[in-house]
């Protein structure tokens, strides 16, 4: 099982980025795939999550909105549509998975990929 995190790279604030996560060794489509965060001097917060239970939740409000998840099952990835973005979203951006089936960020995720660095300045 692995999951690699791309797409990341400077914007300036109100612009856009598509971040991918390509999966291999298993169908992302079949399990909870959750996207997190760590900006510098913080603690990793998650962002969203996307499942068939429940499709697309939310675990950020200040994301709402801007961001939205979509996967491509034909291509096993998920991708992370990033609009309006912020200063503040600046941030090492990564896809996880525990391989369960629920939404759940208190779950701890056995699978991560590397990290994808968003920086969100003018």
């Known amino acids: 099982v692995q999951l690699q995190a791309s797409g990341g790279g400077l914007v300036q604030p109100g612009g856009s980025l598509r971040l991918t996560c390509t999966a291999s060794?298993?169908?992302?489509?079949?399990?909870?795939m959750t996207w997190f965060r760590q900006a510098p001097g913080k603690e990793r917060e998650a962002l969203l999550c996307?499942?068939?239970?429940?499709?697309?939740?939310y675990f950020l409000d200040s994301v709402k909105g801007r961001f939205t998840l979509s996967r491509d099952n034909a291509q096993n990835t998920m991708h992370l549509q990033m609009n309006n973005l912020e200063p503040e979203d600046t941030a090492v951006y990564y896809c996880?998975?525990?391989?369960?089936?629920?939404?759940?960020?208190?779950?701890?995720?056995?699978?991560w990929g590397q990290g994808t660095l968003v920086t969100v300045s003018s």
């Open positions: 996307v499942s068939n239970n429940v499709g697309g939740k």
């Open positions: 060794g298993f169908t992302l489509h079949y399990y909870a």
């Open positions: 996880a998975t525990d391989l369960g089936f629920r939404c759940d960020p208190t779950v701890a995720k056995q699978y």
